[in-house]
């Protein structure tokens, strides 16, 4: 950290810094920031009238002990799921960006695509899997395993989340790796420090806003996850929330989701408070590609570990959802292609994709290059979707478009709307740790040889910050691939995705007739990803 | 020199105001874009009758029904497929501006939620005529067309029919202590405590609810859960409706160690719900929407959801004259409760309760 602080001080305060010649951000940018930033207010101001409307048992409800052994939990689990996916994401960012592991872009593919597979189905699977009398213990009972730890309970829900949520990290790590000036490190082993040393005092201190960002969204995932917590029976907020509505108790359940936002709010502080002061972008010279590291001896605890992380978060869900499919064909089952649901899966995946990384971008360039108290509280702003369950964002744009924007209400239009209030972080973090990763004074540089901002912007900042829209879009495409309430409640009437196509058969518990989507929605994600990765790969020539 | 400075200042100011200017509408377009793709995917054909139905009950078990009124009318169905606890939110938000025409529900307490709301309309005489008036609502505001009964599942492999006892009661005896699994965020398993409650009075219920939770319950996300944990030994009996067995079996195959027990007494615990429909205040087809529900309690649909089919629903027909599948214990030859489902709307007592207790969070 002191050589990347002492490599770019010189720039501090000049040019883009909060010095006086620091220039205005335009009326527009504002306007632009302001009205994405806006859209988090209804699903507020919603909660807020609904919760007006409860009687005096909201108050019941939320005194109660229990509330406070709910809120105990959850905090645990959001802590727990969001330490353990920083301790996995981390190596495999590293092993598939930095190092000479065989099939590198392979691992990095399998090792994303966890990430699509919605969590009721994730919960089914390890239920299955690792539950009493699963599949695991009947494969162990011939070697006299009768019973296997308990599953239910916080086991099960942090391991499901964990291995579905992960990606977040990765991600937005693997785009600050491959950003990272290889210069810095260069300097440090010349110095003198050693790999080791050089790992922790230079590369890890400069991931710092990358593993904030993710962390922030693996935390707020696990908040607003509903299908593995309530598979694996554990009860947190948003459990609480869905069991009011359940029961028609919209308002108890808008009470609820106050809190639970509250809850948010906080996670959003502590993450503020990880934020240094440092400044993280390159100091001068070309970019180049990250420098690929020898893994000697170490490759094959390195596949190792990759190959276990796939087996349990990819190979143990598709093994399980084929066993499904193979008895259910066996029991004459008929195997039926669901291509049009997974046509319209890719087409609102790709265009909830495009629109968000288009929304984030003014709050993000504003909070990063103009930074303040209220351009901060803007970005920060964008957070509550992503935090809230997905029911609640839905039955607000529900309310508001049914009574305001009549003729918006159930078209496509409002769905990648709802998309957008629903996974705009997902898009922002990424953006976020490319834009820090740029040295402001190229964009300076540009414009004080007569670009126009704008061209700044396309000819500089975008392509700079490319690697960071591409990783932004994918996690938006991948979590989008998976969404179920708002699609269920928003999307034109008779408008079926895979989402929706396998929660209708799980839901009424046919579990052989879910595979097939399921299966297809694996399949369709990871030639989304292998998009992906080959235009990361082009950026990498 | 200064005037330099100044003019490269506003072009500057110039440019990102361009700038905005341009994330702005590229933003817009891409919205509008969309919003012009659906519209015009929207946009009806010269009208052609149509119904607009939000259904709680799955595609795969009642999208035939919807494809079979559409050939046989030529009325387009549009369905949209929820949760019934979730639809039935989205109604209440939706309220007069609603484009749903038919609300289809899991359960007689959605309806009843509904119906307490003023959302449903009166149905005419002869399609109330067509069922039971156990199955309907006495507002004649939502009718039945399928019916489920509550039952026991228990592990054939621990436990035989005779070890059950008579009634719910029974169960909070301390012998049964963890070896009962229930649902109780399941709507089924909250009509059933909205029948003790109606039943035998609010005290009893809480009475019974705290028996069974201090035999320790093991908490389930669902009645097929259960039912697999039950053939699993994870549970040895626990609280179901009856057609999740066939289905298990169906799956795992006849081996699979669970049958159904319809409690003796007669009591709460042998209530027979219902899947029924209701027609919204807010649909502008009304005559449509009655047509729709005179096609489900035909001898057609109502055969259909009996079974008599491939991939058999087992669900109890409610119209009389109508055979009941094979495998199930008619109807006639299970003691029930003598309930009016409309007493069960009143799930927010139920849910004070669970909470209460300390059942539900």
């Not at chain 1, 988090?40 to 409800?61: C, F, H, K, N, Q």
């Not at chain 1, 190979?315 to 319209?344: D, H, K, T």
């Not at chain 1, 957070?383 to 029911?391: D, Q, S, T």
């Not at chain 1, 740029?438 to 061209?455: Q, Y």
């Amino acid at each position: 950290m002191a050589i990347a602080r002492s490599k770019v001080g010189f720039l501090k305060g000049k040019l883009w810094g909060r010095g006086a010649s620091a220039p205005r951000p335009p009326a527009l940018l504002w306007l632009a920031a302001g009205a994405v930033a806006a859209t988090m207010l209804l699903p507020l101001a919603y909660m807020v009238v609904r919760t007006l409307g409860a009687g005096s048992e909201i108050w019941d409800l939320i005194l109660r002990p229990r509330t406070a052994a709910i809120l105990g939990r959850t905090i645990l689990l959001v802590v727990a799921v969001t330490a353990a996916c920083i301790a996995l994401a981390l190596p495999l960012a590293w092993l598939t960006v930095r190092s000479d592991i065989p099939g590198r872009r392979l691992w990095a593919i399998l090792t994303a695509l966890p990430l699509v597979i919605p969590s009721f189905v994730g919960g089914y699977v390890v239920v299955a899997a690792l539950g009493p009398r699963g599949l695991l213990q009947q494969l162990l009972a011939p070697l006299g395993v009768e019973r296997l730890p308990e599953i239910y309970g916080f086991p099960g829900a942090f391991l499901t989340i964990t291995l579905l949520t992960y990606p977040y990290v990765m991600f937005t790590v693997r785009g600050a790796l491959w950003r990272l000036d290889p210069a810095l490190e260069e300097t440090a082993r010349s110095l003198g420090i050693g790999a080791r040393g050089t790992f922790f005092r230079v590369t890890l201190p400069h991931l710092r806003p990358a593993i904030a960002a993710g962390g922030l969204l693996a935390a707020l995932y696990t908040l607003h996850d509903f299908g593995a917590v309530s598979l694996l029976r554990y009860e947190t907020f948003t459990w609480a929330i869905y069991i009011q509505y359940e029961t028609a108790a919209r308002s108890l359940a808008a009470g609820l989701s106050l809190l639970l936002a509250a809850l948010a709010l906080l996670i959003l502080l502590v993450e503020v408070g990880t934020r240094g002061r440092g400044r993280y972008y390159r100091g001068g010279g070309s970019p180049r590609p990250p420098s690929i590291v020898p893994l000697g001896r170490w490759r094959w605890p390195a596949l190792a570990f990759c190959g276990l992380v796939v087996a349990l978060a990819l190979a143990l869900p598709l093994s399980v959802l084929g066993y499904w499919l193979a008895r259910g064909i066996a029991a004459g089952e008929p195997f039926r292609l669901m291509w049009g649901a997974a046509v319209n899966s890719l087409y609102v995946s790709g265009l909830a994709a495009m629109v968000t990384v288009a929304a984030a971008l003014p709050v993000t360039f504003l909070a990063v290059r103009f930074l303040g108290r209220v351009s901060a509280l803007l970005e920060r702003s964008t957070y509550l979707g992503f935090a809230l369950p997905g029911i609640v964002v839905a039955l607000a744009l529900v309310f508001f478009a049914v009574n305001y924007a009549r003729p918006l209400y159930q078209t496509l239009g409002l769905l990648i709307f709802a998309y957008v209030v629903l996974f705009l972080p997902a898009a922002g973090g990424s953006i976020r740790s490319a834009l820090l990763q740029i040295n402001p004074s190229l964009e300076e540089a540009a414009r004080s040889l007569g670009r126009r901002p704008l061209r700044v912007l396309t000819g500089v900042t975008l392509p700079l910050v490319r690697s960071g829209l591409l990783a932004g879009g994918a996690l938006v495409f991948l979590t989008t691939m998976k969404e179920l309430p708002a699609t269920l409640l928003l999307s034109p009437t008779g408008f079926k995705t895979l989402a929706t196509s396998i929660w209708g058969s799980v839901s009424e518990a046919f579990f052989a007739r879910a595979a097939t989507p399921a299966l297809l929605l694996v399949l369709a994600s990871s030639l989304g990803m292998a998009i992906f990765i080959f235009q990361e790969r082009r950026q990498e020539r | 020199m200064s005037s330099m400075r100044k003019g490269r200042a506003s072009a500057r100011k110039n440019g990102l105001f361009r700038l905005g200017m341009v994330l702005l509408v590229t933003a817009a377009s891409i919205l509008l874009l969309g919003l012009a793709a659906c519209s015009a995917q929207a946009t009806p054909r010269p009208q052609p009758l149509s119904l607009t139905v939000y259904s709680g009950r799955g595609e795969e078990l009642v999208g035939p029904a919807f494809q079979q009124f559409q050939q046989a009318t030529g009325i387009e169905v549009k369905v949209r497929y929820g949760s019934t606890s979730e639809l039935a939110t989205t109604l209440l938000e939706e309220g007069k501006n609603s484009p749903a025409d038919v609300y289809w529900a899991q359960d007689a307490g959605a309806l009843g939620a509904l119906s307490k709301a003023g959302r449903l309309i009166e149905l005419p005489e002869d399609i109330l005529g067509l069922v039971d008036s156990k199955f309907r609502s006495h507002r004649a505001d939502w009718v039945g067309i399928t019916g489920r009964a509550r039952v026991m599942i228990y592990n054939t492999q621990k436990l035989k029919e005779a070890d059950l006892p008579d009634d719910i009661w029974g169960f909070t005896d301390a012998k049964w202590k963890g070896r009962i699994g229930w649902a109780p965020t399941n709507g089924s398993f909250q009509a059933f405590v909205t029948a003790l409650r109606v039943l035998e009075g609010e005290a009893r219920a809480r009475q019974w609810l705290n028996g069974i939770q201090a035999n320790q319950p093991k908490t389930y996300p669902s009645n097929y859960s259960i039912v697999i944990a039950v053939g699993r030994g994870e549970v040895d009996t626990g609280f179901v409706n009856h057609y999740y067995l066939f289905r298990a079996l169906k799956e795992e195959g006849e081996a699979f160690p669970a049958r159904n027990y319809y409690p003796r007494a007669g009591d709460a615990g042998a209530l027979i719900n219902v899947a029924g429909v209701g027609v919204l205040d807010s649909s502008k087809n009304r005559e449509v929407a009655f047509r729709f529900v005179r096609f489900l309690l035909s001898e057609v649909v109502q055969s259909f959801f009996a079974g008599d089919r491939p991939d058999d629903a087992f669900e109890y027909p409610l119209v009389p004259g109508v055979a009941t599948h094979p495998l199930l214990t008619p109807l006639d030859q299970i003691k029930t409760p003598n309930i009016d489902l409309a007493d069960l709307s009143d799930l927010e007592g139920t849910l004070k309760l669970l909470r209460e207790t300390g059942v539900l969070p």
